[in-house]
């Protein structure tokens, strides 16, 4: 079962996939944002061409625990998106995911430069990762 997950920023989205297994969460790419309707076309494309089960979409939850005005348009983005696809959405907080690849890339001793190329598709991994991680947990907690 694949996962396509994103980061939904103004002018770009990082996108990341995981294994066929949903185990680990790769970067799969960064893409820029060009309008609303070629950004569906971009995720539905992603979606066929990597035969993903569920798309999962980094939430801006404010630090309170809140949703503020990034984290409504997120959500309407999703809605629409839902029109061009039949694959399940779902939403995760993605509080600290960008802050989290960035320390990720300055441990692998990245330059600015190439940092600034990759950041969005590891913030996309880091999420992904994170959905990953508690849903084998969930599941180890059933079978105990």
Do not use: C
């Not at 993903?52 to 939850?61: R, T």
């Amino acid at each position: 079962m694949r996962i396509l997950a994103l980061d939904m920023g103004s002018k770009t989205i990082g996108v990341a996939l995981s294994d066929p297994l949903g185990w680990t969460a790769q970067g799969l790419k960064t893409v820029l944002r060009k309008g609303k309707e070629s950004d569906y076309k971009t995720i539905v494309d992603l979606v066929k061409e990597w035969e993903v089960d569920e798309i999962l979409i980094g939430l801006p939850i404010n630090m309170n625990g809140t949703e503020g005005p990034q984290a409504e348009k997120v959500r309407a983005f999703a809605s629409e998106l839902g029109r061009h696809i039949e694959v399940p959405i779902t939403f995760w907080d993605e509080r600290l995911s960008t802050a989290g690849a960035e320390r990720s890339l300055l441990e692998a001793d990245l330059s600015r430069e190439r940092r600034k190329e990759v950041i969005d598709k590891m913030a996309a991994a880091f999420i992904l990762q994170g959905y990953l991680d508690q849903r084998r947990q969930i599941k180890k907690e059933e079978i105990s």
